[in-house]
């Protein structure tokens, strides 16, 4: 059972364009969304993460929404660039012991 | 640099072959944590130290795997008997004891024939 969904699968988007990618999850005990970003035969790479207590959080062209009552999470990149071309996972904890992750999303910037 | 450090980066071995990898995390972090990643999937959890103590394991480390972080520094991963299903990138990621902020190295790369 996938504990985090995560959508879309791949995304092509115009250099200068917003990516946006989704994650849902059931587990009303996650209390720690991060998002990692994984170029190919690299280890995923923490990019931003957010606690339920607040709605958003940005940090440079990376902006965190985060819907409790929905149990939805999203990760938007403004101004997308080239170098942005990556995979995106979502994730969720409750205890700090594991990560749940999503099945990660291909991003494709096109110049 | 001061990351998590994996070693080997790749490994070929044949199946029904022992291996083991190393994981040298960031040198102030208490917590290490093993997953395994297929291609097109995100990470797995498989098993957690807070300083040399594993407190958590996944149903998905069978009995051939083993874990071990002796006085709480680096940790080793042996696969026993290894199968083609073992196939994966082994990752290993370490933070604080007071932080959700997990830091992940670069990965083994396991490939059995």
């Known amino acids: 059972q996938q504990q985090v969904k995560q959508s879309p699968q791949s995304l092509i988007v115009q250099k200068g364009g917003i990516s946006i990618i989704n994650c849902a999850y059931e587990?009303?005990?996650?209390?720690?969304f991060p998002w990692y970003q994984q170029f190919p035969g690299k280890g995923p790479a923490l990019l931003i993460a957010?606690?339920?207590?607040?709605s958003e959080k940005k940090e440079g062209r990376f902006t965190i929404s985060f819907n409790k009552s929905a149990k939805q999470f999203s990760l938007h990149i403004m101004d997308s660039q080239p170098g942005d071309s990556a995979t995106y996972f979502c994730a969720a904890d409750s205890t700090g012991n594991q990560f749940y992750f999503g099945t990660g999303t291909s991003l494709t910037v096109i110049p | 640099d001061t990351g998590v450090s994996q070693n080997p980066r790749h490994k070929i071995t044949k199946r029904g072959q022992n291996v083991t990898f190393r994981c040298d995390p960031i040198?102030?972090?208490?917590?290490l944590y093993w997953y395994r990643q297929t291609l097109g999937q995100g990470p797995e959890f498989l098993t957690y130290f807070q300083n040399e103590a594993q407190l958590e394991k996944s149903r998905l480390l069978s009995d051939r795997f083993s874990a071990e972080r002796p006085k709480g520094s680096f940790s080793t991963l042996e696969i026993q008997r290894t199968e083609q299903g073992d196939s994966a990138m082994y990752l290993c990621?370490?933070?604080?004891?007071?932080?959700?902020?997990?830091?992940f190295g670069q990965g083994t790369r396991l490939t059995v024939v």
């Open positions: 990621a370490s933070s604080l004891w007071d932080s959700a902020e997990a830091f």
């Open positions: 957010i606690r339920p207590d607040v």
């Open positions: 587990n009303t005990a996650f209390d720690y």
């Open positions: 040198s102030e972090h208490n917590r």
